[in-house]
């Protein structure tokens, strides 16, 4: 008989595409817990415009009450168009009044993004593998000027001891 361990997942799903990825994102984690090893107990949470918008604060206290809570946060993109944040006071857009109140209460400063660049893209960017042919990459947006780039096993790359470090964030 297999235990099942249980994780709390507080589900905040954002603006714009956000809950169409977190929709997805709920799939793969029940396609995870189909084999009754571990299971998710996800509670969703308004963050970011759409917290604006339901409760009047981007990083509302029910949603801070539901993370506080959770053993993770599962978080879709947050932000809005220019003339939307323009309707919101500052201190509350999603960015200023959640995201960055969020990083504060956990000590958290990194998003974790995968990238994938297109072979006939790749002499437009400097992300390339260093003569490896795989272009999946792993990319930390540090939050703090820079991005660090994790590459895939096998590449050949992942045997030097500094990871490729862009330093422009717009990268």
Request: glycine share 12%; charged share 30%; hydrophobic share 30%.
């Amino acid at each position: 008989m297999t235990d099942t361990k249980t994780f709390k997942i507080a589900l905040l799903a954002g603006d714009g595409i956000g809950p169409e990825i977190l929709s997805e994102a709920k799939k793969v984690m029940d396609a995870v817990q189909a084999d009754g090893q571990v299971a998710f107990e996800c509670v969703e949470a308004p963050f970011g415009g759409d917290g604006y918008h339901k409760t009047g604060k981007a990083f509302p206290n029910e949603t801070i009450e539901v993370c506080d809570d959770a053993d993770a946060i599962l978080k879709g993109p947050i932000g809005l168009s220019k003339e939307e944040s323009e309707l919101i006071p500052v201190d509350e857009r999603p960015e200023r009044g959640g995201l960055l109140p969020m990083r504060r209460r956990y000590d958290t400063f990194a998003n974790y993004r995968p990238v994938y660049l297109p072979r006939g893209l790749s002499h437009f960017s400097p992300l390339k593998a260093g003569g490896g042919r795989r272009r999946d990459r792993s990319a930390d947006d540090q939050g703090a000027g820079g991005w660090t780039l994790l590459w895939p096993q096998g590449t050949g790359q992942e045997r030097s001891r500094e990871p490729f470090r862009a330093r422009n964030p717009r990268v």
